[in-house]
């Protein structure tokens, strides 16, 4: 209403308050350049200081400031008559510059921080056990669960302190809110990568997810499917130039880059999964081919010819709990975009986005540390060393690492 409004006066009409802004003389010192020497010389400026508080509403209210000069309608002054101006203009919510839509983010990452610490602990403890045995073997499944953890929790404590600095000079630390951004994107590269695996027939025996196309040659989605199941087996031939391995290189690369893409936006704190910024909907696209694509995995896995029926019904869960998280994002975004109010939005998909990355890694965590009986993928999956004689050739040197006397599976 203000803008369509062309007079200062009629503007001012529409204000619930009004203020004015009245200029003292003040004298101030300036170094000022004098040929190859810098001189102090005495100043006169026009300054002005303005404190005022906004009313306390009941319901949500949103305040719009402006300053004018109307004086300027019954005066006329020439443009290069006007006088340089500068101000700074804040805003405190009480004493602090965290404006109310940031309100409960603080207890929403220390929360996020307990729960990946308590699974980081108990995943420690599983692979301290393992490794205390002579004949104990890792799988890097476990260590990739691990660094999705400790990306977790380092995203968490960098947007910390990026709020309590924002708290205190109202701009914060745009290195630790970018870290944040960060750390956030490859922990979700990390898990989505996993489930992507898993669900394509890594970790399973050979016997379990060999090919038996009804065609009888594979078909393309079943040849990238079988280079899945062997992923770090596929990294090694990346400077041959393997497809799959390009395919994870630049999957973990592109969240860099939307990360990044995502910081050229006037955001002060992340936004990595937003909507309503252009690299957000990127992510949701990508989040939902990927999830079409796990569909397809564990079809294949499921109805290849050689999976025991036992196994089918756990896959069937393991399908339909890995969709409900590559879309769980989608969703929450979309919702947050087109149902909440703006000053609602940022909390709300913190939350649905810790929700999901907090459930989703205690799941991994579960599928990777279970007991063997715990279920049928737990009763024949090579993660465990003690199922050694249903998985590949773990002599072969292609499959483990060794690290002293810690040995890590790879495929």
């Not at 300036?30 to 400026?45: A, I, L, S």
């Amino acid at each position: 209403m203000v803008q369509k409004l062309h007079t200062c006066s009629s503007q001012t009409a529409l204000a619930v308050d009004q203020f004015p802004i009245v200029f003292n003389m003040v004298s101030k010192s300036v170094k000022q350049r004098k040929g190859k020497r810098k001189v102090q010389r005495k100043m006169n400026f026009w300054e002005a200081n303005l404190e005022f508080t906004l009313p306390t509403r009941s319901k949500t209210n949103y305040w719009y400031i402006a300053i004018g000069d109307c004086s300027l309608e019954y005066k006329a002054v020439s443009i290069k008559d006007a006088p340089e101006m500068n101000y700074t203009f804040t805003v405190l919510n009480g004493n602090s510059h965290l404006s109310a839509d940031e309100m409960g983010m603080t207890t929403l990452h220390i929360l996020q921080i307990a729960i990946s610490s308590v699974l980081l602990l108990f995943l420690g403890f599983k692979i301290l056990k393992v490794l205390t045995d002579k004949q104990g073997t890792i799988h890097i499944a476990l260590l990739m669960v691990a660094s999705a953890l400790v990306c977790d929790i380092s995203s968490a404590v960098c947007e910390l302190m990026h709020q309590s600095v924002y708290a205190f000079n109202g701009i914060g630390s745009y290195s630790f809110d970018c870290l944040a951004s960060h750390l956030e994107a490859q922990c979700d590269a990390i898990i989505a990568m996993l489930l992507l695996m898993v669900g394509s027939g890594w970790t399973l025996p050979s016997d379990v997810v060999m090919l038996n196309s009804m065609m009888g040659a594979p078909n393309v989605l079943e040849k990238v499917f079988s280079a899945l199941r062997s992923p770090i087996g596929s990294i090694k031939e990346l400077s041959r130039g393997n497809p799959t391995s390009l395919f994870i290189v630049s999957f973990f690369i592109s969240h860099a880059v939307l990360a990044q893409w995502g910081r050229t936006y006037d955001a002060e704190f992340d936004s990595f999964h937003s909507l309503e910024n252009r690299p957000g909907r990127v992510l949701m696209y990508i989040r939902i081919s990927l999830g079409l694509a796990f569909v397809a995995g564990v079809a294949s896995v499921k109805n290849g010819g050689n999976c025991p029926t036992s196994l089918q019904s756990f896959l069937q869960q393991f399908q339909i709990v890995g969709l409900l998280w590559f879309l769980a994002l989608p969703i929450v975004s979309w919702y947050c975009t087109k149902v909440m109010h703006p000053h609602q939005r940022h909390f709300t998909l913190s939350l649905g986005s810790a929700m999901v990355q907090s459930g989703s890694l205690m799941s991994l965590v579960w599928l990777f540390t279970a007991d063997k009986h715990t279920s049928a993928y737990h009763r024949v999956t090579n993660i465990s060393s003690e199922n050694q004689s249903l998985s590949l050739d773990y002599s072969s040197t292609n499959t483990i690492w060794k690290f002293g006397k810690t040995k890590v599976r790879l495929d």
